[in-house]
């Protein structure tokens, strides 16, 4: 089959979308219409199409979903994923990760970058929230190859200057020099590929960062509109080692807040270990979460409250975390984020509301976009939005041989989050434009 490579293009598939309005869209039958401009104009029933729609290259059985967002990976530690399990997640930096970002210069960004957008598109990520390492020229790297790849992808130089792997610098001229080679970055970057490439200023996290590099860092952000990223409260040791670093601070999210770094732009990983105050802070903020359970739980570093998260209202997306998580693959992170729910819930602490497997794919697709700021161009498939659109094909998930697809629409989600298979992401699209990447390994 010849799939559609460039807008304008019509498919007639299984449409699974959540809505931005609540609920979910389920079309056994439907269309999905993309213009010359990747913008969806239709989608909903076939029966409904518009007069002048161009003919329909039929997929089904298959199901077009809207593309998922990865809120948090790491570029440089993606050829690790899977090493390093049973080490708590200070001493993994250490021993595995901080030696892998020290040897990621051009060069191997160049080997690395190219094949990571492929392997995210190929398990339907089509929107990426990503961590580089610490040097300018292999930033450069990864975002000249996202925009060659497709994908959508927001990107920052990882600033480190409390502890860090470049031996070329001086320590003492490492904040000025990281905020400035952040600031060349941003206005080589930030809106590229007509805004589907963006910046996020990246302080690693609050171990590695003096006060001085989060309050410039989240001033640069503030300046020049971008996203800021870090990490929070992910382990009990690293939390206890801020408390040490920061005793001017009332916690680990107050450290953040003193540096002006709360906010809508502003996405922070993991938040798995929060007190009341910090969650009360962090809604009352806007801050963005980043949660990563495959990661919390490949580095033991524990299971986040989710329900009373949802419940106080704090805007949540799914990330992979590669390499603290082992999978690229966003349904994985919804598998093991509903197991992780589940055994909090046996183990008798959880306190607010179980998610559906409905709410899961949200989580992964609108709700993850809304973590961006971008939910009124992509997370789902409603007219007016880019098409960023995957199709899976169901036999891949089907427990036996020929057995017929699901019809209820919940059953559907479950299917795709706990047997979701690696070569199921048939095609990915971002604004109708095809991605290299699903269907390279059948
Ligand atoms: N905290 C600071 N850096 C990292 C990282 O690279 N991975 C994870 N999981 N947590 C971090
Ligand atoms: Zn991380």
Known sequence: MKLPTDPPFAI?????????????????DGLVLVDGAGRIVYAGPSTGRPAATPTAMDLRPWIVMPGLVDLHVHLPQIPNAGLGAALDLLTWLDRYVFPLERGFDVAAAERVAPAAWRAMAAVGTTTA?????V???????????????????IIGKV?????????TIDPADILDRSLAESARLIERWHGAANGRLGYAVTPRFAVSCT?????????????????????????????????????????????????????PRTVLAHAVHLSD????????????????????????SGVMPLGRYVEAGLSLGLGSDVAGGPDLSIFSVMRV?????????????????????????????????RALGLDAVIGSLEAGKEADLIAIDPAYVAPLEAQAPDDDPMDLASRLIFRAHPDMVRAAWVRGRRLAGPGSRA
């Open 211 to 263: 006060a001085d590099m989060l309050r410039e860092s989240a001033a640069l952000a503030s300046s020049a509109r971008t996203y800021w990223q870090t990490h929070v409260g992910e382990d009990r040791a690293e939390i206890a080692e801020v408390a040490r670093l920061f005793p001017e601070a009332a916690d680990y999210v107050d450290v953040y807040d003193r540096a002006g770094g709360l906010g």
């Open 159 to 167: 600033m480190m200057d409390r502890v860090t792997y470049d031996p």
């Open 277 to 300: 105050r910090e969650l009360a802070r962090l809604v009352e903020t806007d801050t963005r979460v980043a949660h990563c359970p495959v990661s919390n739980l490949f580095l033991a």
């Open 12 to 28: 007639r598939a299984r449409l699974l979308s959540p809505l931005a309005g609540g609920g979910t869209v389920h079309e056994p």
């Open 337 to 369: 984020g509903f197991y992780a729910q589940n055994a909090r819930a046996v183990a008798g602490l959880e306190s607010g509301p179980m998610l559906s497997p409905l709410d899961w794919i949200r989580l992964g697709t609108l709700d993850g976009a």
């Open 135 to 153: 040097y300018e020229a292999s930033l450069d790297t990864a975002f000249r190859t996202a925009e060659a790849h497709g994908i959508r992808a």
């Open 129 to 133: 929230m990503v961590y580089g390492a």
